[in-house]
């Protein structure tokens, strides 16, 4: 993966791929709901890696989130002992059960609806997965019941 970083506002990139869904999420009667801070959260990013970063999780919310539901984004960024960090976090209810392996889906061609009844090849998360480390972030999904929940972690330069 050969990578461009620049400065690259997070707020500003999840806004403008969200513009691109905004016809999609209404037919499905999905509502946006933003947690972001007041201030830019400026990274330095590869700005397309991190727009299919951002496309390939806002699929996965369009395919798989239960209809009439909310979505939450929100950027955050806290300080550890290691340093700071600005993570990203994208959640949705699922239309159908969350019956997957947490590690496992993150992998190439696994897909997460055991019925394989949406379209797909099940390279969203891994694609997401590998641009995300090969920028020195961090990767994970979370499952409560049906809440299935993207964080990304970046530390600050």
């Not at 946006?32 to 890696?49: A, G, S, Y």
């Not at 960024?77 to 496992?104: P, Q, R, Y």
């Amino acid at each position: 993966i050969v990578l461009h970083p620049m400065e690259v506002d997070v707020c500003n990139l999840l806004k403008q791929v969200s513009i691109e869904h905004v016809e999609k999420f209404g037919e499905l009667g999905l509502e946006l709901r933003w947690n972001l801070p007041e201030e830019k959260v400026i990274l330095m990013l590869d700005n397309q890696k991190t727009f299919r970063i951002f496309e390939n999780l806002f699929n996965n919310i369009q395919k798989y989130a239960m209809p009439g539901s909310r979505v939450y984004v929100s950027v955050k960024k806290s300080a550890a002992e290691t340093g700071e960090t600005v993570e990203v976090i994208l959640k949705n209810m699922s239309a159908n059960e969350l019956n997957f392996d947490t590690e496992e889906i993150t992998e190439r061609f696994v897909r997460g609806d055991v019925s394989r009844n949406t379209e797909g090849s099940g390279l969203g998360l891994a694609i997401a997965r590998s641009f995300i480390e090969a920028q020195g972030g961090k990767f994970r999904i979370e499952v409560d019941g049906d809440l299935f929940k993207a964080v990304i972690v970046f530390k600050t330069v």
